[in-house]
Every structure is written in structure tokens, then in C-alpha cells.
């Protein structure tokens, strides 16, 4: 059963950095592109980043590109989301996610909470 | 970015009812229109991709069509589960950008 676990949320102080990593297990992770989408509370979705299988191609949501940095270690099986200069605006739920072929989100994470406040 | 353009944002249904939801794109975006369900506390869940592509394990009653840039969702026979929050997200540029939503409430 594929299974997407993030960590590393939790309360920050605004213009702080934090990192969140996203375990992969029960599929070849390695293969994969992989996504992180975030909810505030009681909002939407928010698309974030994107990730080629190898790494090598990487692509961002405009209200992150320049703060936020996504990458992965195949050999770990992990993907990872460096978030720096952190706003309030941050505040959300944050998903990993696994895409497939038709570059759909087939296998998601049960998020982690970030909370950016002073 | 390709806006997608989601309606309603709420509905209110009985069991048993029939349900459309319909997301539409600012621009061509082929067949690369996938469809999530959310309940409170969880992560989304795949329905359907690529427009009409039911997500394996996932009960026929929902069904997916397009007529353009115009892409819809339907329950054919609302069940007590279905009664969530429903996304569509495009994936055919970045970014792939999701739909508003639409929270689907017991009458």
C-alpha cells in the first residue's frame, strides 16, 4: 500500500525558515514526480511544486517561487520542501503527493500543519 | 496560469439525487482534468483523471465528461459517503491549479 508520510510542520515565527520532508514507502518512489499542495484552514487547495522523478526539472506556484525550494533524495525516498521567509499567508496544511501518468495526484500524504505567527 | 472556474461552490442534495459539478478552464487544457474528493480532517482523494477516468476503487456512480474547455463531474445516485467537498485541478501547465471547490451538503 503506497504510503506518503510529511513531518516537520509546526509553529514558526514569521521571516523564519523550516523544512518538510515527505517519506515514501511500498512504491518506487524514484520513479515518480512528486507535488506539494497546501490548504489553509477552511480554504482550497493550493498547488505548490512540482518535482521530476530525477530531480532535474522543478516548477513553482508564484506566491511561493523564491521562498519555498523543492527537492528529494531518491535514495532516501523523500521529498523535501525548504520554506524561507515565512508569512502568516503560509499558514496551512501541507500535502505530498505522488503523481501518475496523465500527471494526476493519485496518492496523498495526511499533511502537516505549519502555523507562521509570533 | 489557466484559471479554473468552479461551480457551484456549494449544493445541497438528498440521497438518491443526481449531481452535477462543473470546472471551467480559462484555456485549452486538453484532457488533463482530474477531479479529488475531500472530506473534514483528511486528504484529498482521486476520483477520476484525465477527464473520465475512474481511479481504481472508486464506485461507477461517479462520472466524468468534458465538452471543451467545460468539464464536468456527476454523481449519479448521491450515497451518505459522497457528501464532501469536491476539487478539479488541471495539470496540463504549471502551475496546476485547482478549482475553488464545492462543498456537497445533505438537504
Known amino acids: 500500500q503506497v504510503r506518503l508520510v510529511e513531518s516537520g510542520g509546526g509553529v514558526v515565527q514569521p521571516g523564519r525558515s523550516l523544512r518538510l520532508s515527505c517519506a515514501a514507502s511500498?512504491?518506487?518512489?524514484?520513479?515518480?514526480?512528486m507535488h506539494w499542495v497546501r490548504q489553509s484552514p477552511g480554504k482550497g487547495l493550493e498547488w505548490l511544486a512540482f518535482i521530476s522523478y530525477d530531480g532535474t526539472d522543478k516548477s513553482y506556484a508564484d506566491s511561493v517561487k523564491g521562498r519555498f525550494t523543492i527537492s528529494r533524495d531518491n535514495s532516501k525516498n523523500t521529498l523535501y520542501l525548504q520554506m524561507n521567509t515565512l508569512r502568516g499567508e503560509d499558514t496551512a496544511f501541507y500535502y505530498c503527493?505522488?503523481?501518475?501518468?496523465?500527471?494526476?495526484?493519485?496518492?496523498w500524504g495526511q499533511g502537516t500543519l505549519v502555523t507562521v505567527a509570533s | 496560469d489557466i484559471q479554473m472556474t468552479q461551480s457551484p461552490s456549494s449544493l445541497s442534495a438528498s440521497v438518491g439525487d443526481r449531481v452535477t459539478i462543473t470546472c471551467r478552464a480559462s484555456q485549452t487544457i486538453s484532457s488533463y482534468l482530474h477531479w479529488y474528493q475531500q472530506k473534514p480532517g483528511k486528504a484529498p482523494k482521486l476520483l477520476i483523471y484525465a477527464t473520465s477516468t475512474l481511479q481504481s476503487g472508486i464506485p461507477s456512480r461517479f462520472s466524468g465528461a468534458a465538452s471543451g474547455t467545460d468539464f464536468t463531474l456527476t454523481i449519479s445516485s448521491l450515497q451518505p459517503e459522497d457528501f464532501a467537498t469536491y476539487f478539479c485541478?488541471?495539470?496540463?501547465?504549471?502551475?496546476?491549479?485547482f478549482g475553488q471547490g464545492t462543498k456537497l451538503e445533505i438537504k
Open positions: 503527493a505522488r503523481e501518475e501518468g496523465e500527471r494526476q495526484l493519485d496518492y
Open positions: 511500498e512504491f518506487m518512489f524514484s520513479i515518480h514526480p
Open positions: 485541478q488541471q495539470s496540463y501547465s504549471s502551475p496546476y491549479t
